[in-house]
């Protein structure tokens, strides 16, 4: 394709490309989401591998081009109004206008705070120091979240388009999409739509002859959790150390090496393109009054399709896992919900009609985070649930101020000694201690969100902390240093199956006679249980 130089090039090359595009399908679009859950067409992947159409509940804007064009092929984003909005925003649109539409939308940061995408870029815009730098941060480190890598792999275009619209807008010439390392599928695509961009004219130097310059690089992070904290990340751009700094100033007065900056993450600008096509009104409708618009989530856990959804502020998270997710796995009773990645808080069954949107989320003490989903049944331990999620945050914590350092650490000591079966009454007013010590004076948001899995547990869940502690009991049989194991010898054949599979060789027996567990040699592994043909081995606790 020639270089596009004007509002009516594109319109020239997105007919020449749907003429091709005619030619060789007998169409001249490519699918769309409506046309898909219309036809009945199964093209969208959960994790369970199989391939359904997307649930009447979810709407598709971040996610409107995934699994439908190739992320590889420009010319596929061109077709379906790709760069539109930009040509409209060059062409037609101050960068005041553009703020507005933007505030007018009711955006909000999809990173986790949920801050207002225009008030941030008017913050930055304001500012006299230049140069003025625009940050995507890709730097998604939450366990079982790929929000930001799908959009990445499958439409990076949409992410640079809403990055150029950005950049005009609060007058910056240089953007960076910060990436982890273990992405190499997205720092691929991306690298190659830049490439891409930039061979067309949308990148780069004058852009649609409008006198507007901006060019993006990829920088490549190495996977530290804390660097999707701001400063952090603008820290390891920098090439410095990630750790987290004071705020006051923030990044739109001073950010990267000292000048102002503006950072949004991938699904924030993947946003950004369709609002000013469609209008800050369509946008608004969506959503509820503080949370418009949609929002992804990796929906994982005990739930029967697991994967990627996108669905409008507002929906119930009984919606999300009966409608959209199926519902529990084996059809087993419900029993939590923990929303927002490692640092967001454990929901019990009375949240399920809560209403999805940033404000209800964080009053009922868990957060929005960038958008992770697990569900749990009845067989999960909100004890041990604690210590997994504690065991990521202090293992990821930089170090850099003691409350986080130590707070973790200590609390991930607690949890590991009640899981343990060595708990003590004095162990959950500590744990209490460390939770309100640990938010208030820790340095950056991780510290700061790190007690919402112990608090929200122990407020929700605290007799399952008090059967571990006082009666060393696991009532979802999960914590191995509370559960023994017996063999019934009514319905033991003697086939010293168990037996031969027994690791550390605590069953013991003869052939066609009932066999025993050594309960002091016993590791509580479970292997026999899983290889025993007539179910005569059960587990208590």
């Known amino acids: ?13 997105q007919k020449d490309a749907k003429d091709r595009l005619k030619t060789r399908t007998g169409s001249e679009r490519t699918l769309t989401w409506d046309s898909v859950a219309s036809q009945g067409s199964t093209l969208h992947f959960y994790g ?31 077709i379906n109004d790709g760069y539109s909005a930009l040509v409209q925003v060059l062409t037609q649109m101050a960068p005041e206008n553009v703020i507005d539409t933007v505030l007018r939308s009711g955006l909000r940061g999809r990173g986790g705070a949920g801050f207002p995408t225009g008030k941030k870029w008017q913050l930055t815009r304001n500012s006299n120091n230049f ?31 809403g990055m150029i619209i950005a950049a005009y807008a609060i007058g ?48 490549m992070g190495a996977g530290a959790f804390v660097c999707g904290e701001e400063t952090a990340l603008m820290a390891s ?48 409708s969506m959503g509820t009054e503080k949370s418009k618009g949609t929002k992804t989530f990796a929906l994982a856990g005990n739930v029967k399709h697991t994967g990627l959804i996108e669905v409008p502020f507002g929906i119930t998270l009984r919606e999300v896992i009966y409608d959209v997710g199926g519902g529990i796995k084996e059809d087993k009773a419900f029993k939590a919900i923990q929303t927002g990645g490692p640092m967001g808080g ?33 067989e999960s331990c909100m004890v041990d649930i604690a210590r997994f999620f504690m065991e990521f945050i202090q293992d990821e914590s930089c170090g850099k101020c003691t409350p986080c350092r130590l707070g973790t ?24 201690e460390l939770c309100h010590v640990t938010r208030h004076n820790s340095l950056c948001g991780l510290g700061q969100g790190a007690p919402n899995p112990v608090e929200s547990t122990l407020k929700h869940f605290r007799s399952e902390y008090e059967a571990h502690i006082y009666e060393k009991r696991c009532p979802a049989k999960v914590c191995r240093s509370l559960i023994r194991y017996e063999i019934t010898p009514d319905l033991c054949t003697g086939c010293v199956i168990c037996l031969r599979n027994c690791p550390v060789q605590a069953i013991t027996g003869i052939p066609r ?3 025993l567990i050594n309960s002091e040699i016993c590791i509580s592994c479970g292997i026999c249980k899983q290889v025993c043909p007539t179910k005569a081995i059960n587990n208590y606790s």
């Not at 007065?253 to 946003?271: D, Q, R, Y």
């Not at 958008?371 to 749990?376: E, P, T």
């Not at 000591?413 to 500590?430: F, S, V, Y």
């Open 1 to 13: 394709m020639d270089r596009i130089d004007s509002a009516s090039d594109l319109v020239q090359i």
């Open 48 to 78: 369970d591998g199989e391939l359904v159409a997307p649930t009447s509940k979810e709407v598709r804007v971040v996610l409107r081009n995934c699994n439908l064009i190739n992320p590889e092929n420009i010319e596929e984003y061109i």
């Open 131 to 161: 140069p003025k730098y625009i940050v995507c941060n890709a730097d998604e480190g939450d366990p079982g979240a790929f929000m930001n890598r799908r959009v990445l792999e499958g439409d990076p275009h949409s992410v640079i388009e």
């Open 172 to 219: 910056s010439s240089q953007g960076y999409i910060y990436c982890r390392a273990e992405y190499p599928i997205a720092l691929k695509t991306t690298n190659l739509a830049i490439i891409q961009a930039r061979e067309l004219g949308l990148l780069g130097h004058n852009i649609l002859n409008s006198g507007f310059s901006f060019d993006l690089e990829v920088r």
């Open 237 to 284: 751009i920098e090439g410095q150390r990630g750790e987290p700094r004071p705020r006051p100033p923030f990044p739109a007065v001073s950010g990267l090496w000292g000048k102002p900056t503006n950072i949004n993450n991938v699904e924030t600008f993947a946003n950004v393109p369709q609002i000013i096509l469609r209008g800050a009104d369509w946008y608004a």
């Open 346 to 378: 454990c929901l019990p069954a009375e949240f399920l009609d809560l209403a999805i949107d940033y404000e209800s989320l964080s009053a009922a003490g868990s957060i929005m985070g960038s958008g992770g989903m697990i569900v749990m049944d009845e």
């Open 409 to 432: 650490f200590s609390m991930l000591n607690i949890l590991t000694k009640i899981c343990d079966g060595h708990g003590e009454p004095a162990d959950l007013e500590e744990l209490e």
């Open 513 to 515: 006679q009932p066999h």
